[in-house]
């Protein structure tokens, strides 16, 4: 298959890249630069005017969506990055006909989101699923792998002599490793014809956890003791930012329970 990839130097998408040339597949990467994988590259940066699609769409079988930011900067906006250059990418893979499309977006992502990253990815998610394709949206847990933001910032964490916990670490997460995710994704870009037209597909690991308890494995895995714990209450919570932001983050991509709309992705 020809596929059409965004964010092919991300943390999910490189490795989606590599997958999808591993079983055959001849990926088109779309960002900002290439990404030195000598995978054909199109130019196109979604913080700024979409491309003309359409041009670049001749002769693609699917589209897979996995651009992403956790926090915004000057230069990168949820409402760009995540809402107004993937829905302009999927109506033009509507008016192309392009056959498959997959939306890598976030558990939580749905009416009750409360941060700027899940309502605009759930914006997003809404119009893919509105249009005549076949599509799917894709919604991991809190993703786990070596090179990840969030999988370093977790593991700085862990390392502290005390763990600071918002809450006291109670927050329910279930974590997933990313290469669960991409395998979960190549099968679904390989599926046959509109088995999962219209899903929205949570992505977990095999065990809930709480955060507390995720910290102190994460410490396990670096060979370190457990760590003396100290809540960090309401009033203090801003001298813990960074700690807080990440616990909202986890907290937030676990509320959304598999559904009955929900199947699993057997590899």
Known sequence: ??????????????????????????????????????????????????????????????VVNTVGIFRETPGARFADLHVAGPVALFEACAAAGVRRVVQLSALGADDEAESGFHRSKHAADRRLLALPLDACVVMPSLVFGEGGASSAAFLTWASLPVL?????????????????????????????????????????????????????GLRAGLGLAPARTVTVPAPLRHRAARPRRLAHAAAGQHRRRPGPDDRKVRH
């Open 164 to 216: 600071p916990l918002p809450a006291g670490g109670r927050q329910a997460i279930q974590p997933v490793h990313v290469d669960e995710v991409v395998a979960a994704l190549v099968v679904l870009i390989e599926a046959p014809p509109g088995r999962w037209r219209g899903r929205r597909i949570a992505l977990v690991g095999p065990e809930p956890t709480t955060l507390a308890a995720y910290l102190q």
């Open 1 to 62: 298959m020809r596929i059409l990839l965004t964010g092919s130097s991300g943390f999910i998408g490189g490795r989606l890249r590599e997958a999808l040339q591993a079983a055959g597949h001849e990926p088109i990467c779309a960002g900002r630069r290439p990404d030195g994988s000598g995978c054909r590259f199109v130019a196109a940066d979604f913080a700024g005017p979409p491309p003309r699609w359409r041009e670049h769409l001749d002769g693609v079988d699917a």
